[in-house]
């Protein structure tokens, strides 16, 4: 898998204490954690597709959005964890689709994503769905796998936020594309 370039994380977060948890090759992240300079509130939850080049050295480019416009909107978070669909690394969602075609659907979910899902949503009371929509994974399985990680929050009852600019009932407009002066919308009845 292609992982693409990086860039610095947000200057809003607190570079000495994120934490990421990969699988022991890193081909798999299942969760990044960004503690917020200054702030101790409760941690908020995005939702993404997959993970990319975001580690705990550097970010991407939506990684360093979804910061950004978290700091900025939700004055009372201690920072983020950033959870996917999917845990398997790739730049580029059509690799994670082909990946996901040769080698099956559990593999690019990972082998410990929805327990680390669960995990960090029972500490999060707060999920920002934005995983965007299927392109370059197989439309079924993806609404399959959106399908599960519904159901994953239904288990948990968090307050859930999308960005209504884009995107669907079911795919929410993805954070990579998000404008800081965006507003998030409460979604109700989802689960």
């Known amino acids: 898998m292609r992982i693409g ?3 610095q994380h947000a200057p ?3 570079t000495t204490r994120i934490t990421g948890l990969f699988s022991p090759c890193r081909a798999w992240r299942y969760r990044l954690t960004l503690p917020f300079s200054g702030r101790t509130g409760d941690m908020i ?8 080049s975001a580690n705990e050295m ?3 480019k939506t990684v360093h959005t979804a910061s950004e416009y978290v700091w900025r909107k939700f004055p009372q978070a201690g920072g983020l964890h950033i959870l996917n669909l999917y845990a398997l690394r790739g730049t ?3 690799e994670v689709g082909g990946a996901l075609r040769q080698q099956g659907e559990s593999y690019v979910i990972g082998p410990e994503n929805d327990a680390i899902i669960r995990e960090t949503l029972s500490a999060s009371p707060t999920v920002i769905i934005a995983w965007g929509g299927h392109a370059g994974i197989p439309p079924v399985s993806y609404s399959r796998r959106v399908a599960q990680c519904l159901d994953i929050l239904g288990e ?9 600019r884009k995107g669907s ?6 954070a990579c594309y998000w ?3 965006d507003c998030l919308t409460p979604v109700r009845m989802l689960y």
Do not use: C, G
């Open 12 to 14: 809003t977060v607190d």
């Open 169 to 174: 009932e079911k795919y929410p407009f993805h």
């Open 156 to 164: 948990r009852k968090p307050t859930i936020w999308r960005n209504e």
């Open 45 to 52: 939850s995005v939702f993404l597709k997959n993970p990319s």
């Open 58 to 60: 550097a970010a991407d």
């Open 5 to 7: 370039r990086t860039v």
């Open 92 to 94: 580029d969602s059509k």
């Open 179 to 181: 404008a800081y002066d």
